[in-house]
């Protein structure tokens, strides 16, 4: 049955109905993860999820995820013992624990999830689902046919050989140029090993892609929230429920 929403919240006992509208024109209350700022709002509590700060009115914390473009400079961790910035800064608005899927490095820039779906994570990051991420690096060093072929078939690195990947050279310069590099592993620097092992000095280091999501429409420094779809497609892609 539709109800409008501040006697929704004020029967599930958040607050008042006063309190309650407060509440909504806060920004603070959504339904299916949008914010709904409006009074008077109608529907059926059985067929949506409303949450107040992230929280859902049953109790459990509604799940989000948010693509960032990460800039050169912060940190993925939670904590920096050098006081950089972290990702987390870029979500002081957003009153729920994220986490990021995965690290990129301080100095590498570009795309991030950070949800709070602790299942999800693991299943992008699990090995076996190869999930692919592609990035951009900038080099110096001679990029030629053979260390391209090297790349794809698998490098031997300190850790092992790596899995077979695609590399494309999508620009030579007299002392350099770029690589795309997709790759499914997820070892620590890894990129900028490979590219180490063929002699080539990674000076820019950028991800444009990660599980078929890219950074179009996102600025970097900025983030979007990702769609029910592109959550569908991500679950497909870690071997999930949808
Ligand atoms: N490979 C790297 O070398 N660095 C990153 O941040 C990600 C992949």
């Given at each position: 049955?539709?109800?409008?929403?501040?006697?929704?919240?004020?029967?599930?006992?958040?607050?008042?109905?006063?309190?309650?509208?407060e509440?909504?024109?806060?920004?603070?209350?959504?339904?299916?993860?949008?914010?709904?700022?409006?009074?008077?709002?109608?529907?059926?509590?059985?067929?949506?999820?409303?949450?107040?700060?992230?929280?859902?009115?049953?109790?459990?914390?509604?799940?989000?995820?948010?693509?960032?473009?990460?800039?050169?400079?912060?940190?993925?961790?939670?904590?920096?013992?050098?006081?950089?910035?972290?990702?987390?800064?870029?979500?002081?608005?957003?009153?729920?624990?994220?986490?990021?899927?995965?690290?990129?490095?301080?100095?590498t820039?570009?795309?991030?999830?950070l949800?709070?779906?602790?299942?999800?994570?693991?299943?992008?990051?699990?090995?076996?689902?190869?999930?692919?991420?592609?990035?951009?690096?900038?080099?110096t060093?001679?990029?030629?046919?053979?260390?391209?072929?090297?790349?794809?078939?698998?490098?031997?690195l300190?850790?092992?050989?790596?899995?077979?990947?695609?590399?494309?050279?999508?620009?030579?310069?007299?002392?350099?140029?770029?690589?795309?590099?997709?790759?499914?592993e997820?070892?620590?620097?890894?990129v900028?090993?490979?590219?180490?092992?063929?002699?080539?000095?990674?000076?820019?280091?950028?991800?444009?892609?990660?599980?078929?999501?890219?950074?179009?429409?996102?600025?970097?420094?900025?983030?979007?929230?990702?769609?029910?779809?592109?959550?569908?497609?991500?679950w497909?892609?870690?071997?999930?429920?949808?």
């Open positions: 049955m539709e109800e409008r929403l501040q006697k929704i919240l004020s029967h599930a006992g958040i607050a008042s109905r006063r309190k309650a509208e509440l909504i024109l806060a920004g603070r209350v959504t339904v299916d993860g949008a914010v709904v700022q409006e009074l008077g709002v109608k529907l059926d509590p059985a067929c949506h999820t409303i949450a107040v700060d992230g929280r859902s009115l049953s109790g459990a914390e509604e799940h989000r995820t948010f693509l960032l473009n990460k800039p050169r400079g912060c940190v993925s961790t939670a904590h920096d013992d050098r006081g950089r910035r972290t990702v987390l800064d870029f979500f002081r608005d957003i009153p729920l624990r994220l986490y990021p899927v995965g690290r990129l490095d301080a100095d820039e570009g795309l991030l999830l949800t709070n779906d602790g299942a999800l994570t693991q299943g992008l990051l699990h090995p076996r689902f190869e999930v692919d991420k592609t990035y951009w690096a900038k080099v060093g001679e990029l030629t046919e053979e260390k391209r072929r090297y790349l794809e078939e698998g490098v031997l300190e850790d092992g050989r790596t899995a077979p990947a695609r590399a494309r050279i999508l620009e030579r310069t007299p002392r350099g140029g770029l690589v795309e590099l997709t790759i499914h997820g070892r620590n620097r890894q900028r090993r490979m590219l180490a092992a063929v002699g080539c000095h990674v000076t820019r280091l950028e991800r444009i892609a990660f599980a078929g999501l890219t950074l179009a429409g996102v600025d970097r420094g900025t983030y979007r929230e990702l769609t029910a779809e592109e959550l569908v497609g991500l497909r892609i870690a071997g999930g429920k949808a």
